[in-house]
């Protein structure tokens, strides 16, 4: 969620009540444990923190790159990713489609996105949640990361107790996901997506065949890489890999986004 949105959401909050609520004061509450310069400022270049048994510690709140101040459709609230519009983004030659699967891009981007289910309040699955600007919560614990997203106020489990993946299992959006360390990053594979996921606004699928396997590195305090490599031979001729940088976000907290709440949007669509 941008600075600003969450301006006008903080002001709302604090506005329907006759006194203030701590509720309201989280928007703006600070960040425990915070490395300082010695000016006082957050030394987000600092070491990684770790936890008790050495490992790099993900936990915190993240949001992706805003390298896009204004996308092709037009400009709103947030300023975008420019992997969320393309994930195929500064891949020479971008993604390598099937014919199949360029043609429907080519279509979805005729119909003016919308069939998006993003834009149509369905939950944005593992890739487009890490590119689209609102805030993830990464909480780790012994044998489970969890992920939680402001955007559907959505969740993702992430299994390190060495289980394997489910066979057969019922299709989901954010599929269902297992992850082991090796050395200093965090390998997670995940499976058994359901069909018509979106990996970018520009509408590059996957297909419920798919295996995405992610490469979480904490490289300092305040940086987060995620290398995503999909590999689905159905929707591709290769596998392919991006990285998605993320950003620490402090001294605020999380907010519940459900785009279907008093949603109006969807009768002005105009595609085809």
């Known amino acids: 969620m941008s600075a600003c949105l969450r301006s006008v959401v903080a002001v709302a909050l604090v ?14 509450y600070p960040t425990p444990g915070v490395p300082r310069t010695a000016r006082g400022a957050p030394n987000l270049e600092a070491p990684t923190p770790r936890t008790a048994d050495g490992k790099p510690d993900l936990s915190g709140m993240w949001e992706p790159d805003k390298n896009q101040p204004c996308p092709p459709l037009g400009c ?26 360029a043609a429907l891009v080519k279509e979805r981007a005729q119909q003016n996105s919308k069939d ?25 614990l012994p044998g489970l990361t969890v992920i939680l997203n402001e955007r559907e106020v959505t969740y993702r489990q992430i299994f390190t ?5 489910p066979v057969d299992p019922q299709p989901s959006y954010n599929g269902y996901s297992t992850g082991r360390w090796e050395g200093n990053d965090l390998v997670v594979v995940s499976k058994g997506f359901r069909d018509g996921i979106w990996l970018d606004r520009a509408g590059s699928p996957i297909t419920p065949d798919a295996t995405i396997t992610e490469r979480f590195r904490r490289k300092n305090y305040g940086h987060l890489d995620i290398d995503v490599t999909v590999d689905d031979p159905k929707a591709y001729t290769a596998p392919w890999t991006v990285t998605l940088n993320q950003f620490i976000v402090l001294n605020t907290e999380m907010i519940d986004y459900n785009c279907a709440e008093n949603e109006k949007d969807s009768t002005h669509f105009q595609g085809k």
């Open 116 to 140: 998006d289910p993003g834009s149509n309040c369905l939950p944005l699955g593992i890739v487009k949640n890490h590119s689209m600007p609102f805030i993830k919560k990464i909480i780790q």
């Open 15 to 28: 506005g329907m009540y006759a006194e203030p609520l701590v509720y309201a004061q989280w928007l703006n």
């Open 76 to 101: 709103f609230d947030a300023v975008l990713s420019k992997h969320f519009l393309d994930i195929g983004w500064g891949r020479p030659g971008g993604l390598p489609f099937q014919p199949w699967a």
């Open 161 to 165: 107790d060495g289980r394997p993946l």
